[in-house]
């Protein structure tokens, strides 16, 4: 016996939600969703010069259609073939940036999809009088799972780093430092009220979780990063469970967040320098007593003096890796 096709009420609604999105999306929505940095990177990402957007909405629209006139077999069938095609994207995401915008796209492709497959096989249930076992899906599962780490990517994304002093957002210079590290003791003491620089400490053993506490407060009282870190050496180890307070189960949070930005950026060593443009400090000084000199080879020169050569090749000495720390 034939059963009539009836309208699928909830891949309807799902389909047709997911298409308003992806127009709304494709000519710049007012209302900023995406927090990530690969919101940008792929909203203008194409196909044959084709946005992702538009086919998006391309694809819902027919599922849309599918639903209408209760094509459930046919609805599941391409809504199967467009979540292939999303892990494709949430892979490609997940090896670079993820976008909110495309995961919340992500979640219509995994809706829609479950929506046609819940209703064709309750139909194939109705027509052969058999109970309805709900199966797992594997391609669900590896919707999942991918969806999960890319969830987990803007979470981390949104974490940043953690400076023991607030400084200007317009400083260009970062200083990863350990305080049992000497060089970055030395680093520090260089750098401190002298260059526009700001300072992230980590931790790369038991005390300096207690050194940095005690560098908070003495720079609560005015004192200088250097001052503070050099005032903070001597510093008692508390013993038992008082080293595990919240607050200071935060600043261990706080520290391990900044070592895993150095270790992230390919570098175990400490003291890490990190520059966003060129720092003022290694531009050289205009002197207009110096005027250009002819090169062999006609072209002009600026002669500079040692001091204000920019370091395109510099001596690293003085540092201080993950496995073995500095006395």
Known sequence: MNHPREVLAGSLCITLLATAFCVWS????????????GCSLYQDFTVNGISLWWIGAAVFSVLALMALVGAASLGRLIAGAALCGDICLLLLMALTAPCVSCLVVALFFAASYTSFRFAAENRIARISNAGNKPRSSVL????????????????RSQTDVWPIIETDSE?????????S??????AVGILSGHVDVAFYPLGENEADLHKIVKMRKLLDTGASVA???????EVQIPAGLSAYTPELLLLRFKMLRNKAHVYAAGSQVVPFFEYQGIPAMLKPK???????LPSPQGQNALPVSASEKLPLFPLVEGRCTANTSCP
């Open 140 to 155: 669900l599962w590896i919707w999942l799972m991918l969806f999960t780490i890319n969830i987990g990517s803007v979470a």
């Open 26 to 37: 494709v000519f710049g929505n007012d209302i900023n969703i995406c927090i990530s940095a």
């Open 227 to 233: 001052d503070a870190l050099a005032q903070a050496q």
């Open 171 to 179: 400083v260009t210079t970062r200083l990863f430092f350990s305080p």
């Open 286 to 292: 205009k002197s207009s007593a110096l005027a250009p």
């Open 181 to 186: 590290c000497s060089s970055c003791r030395e």
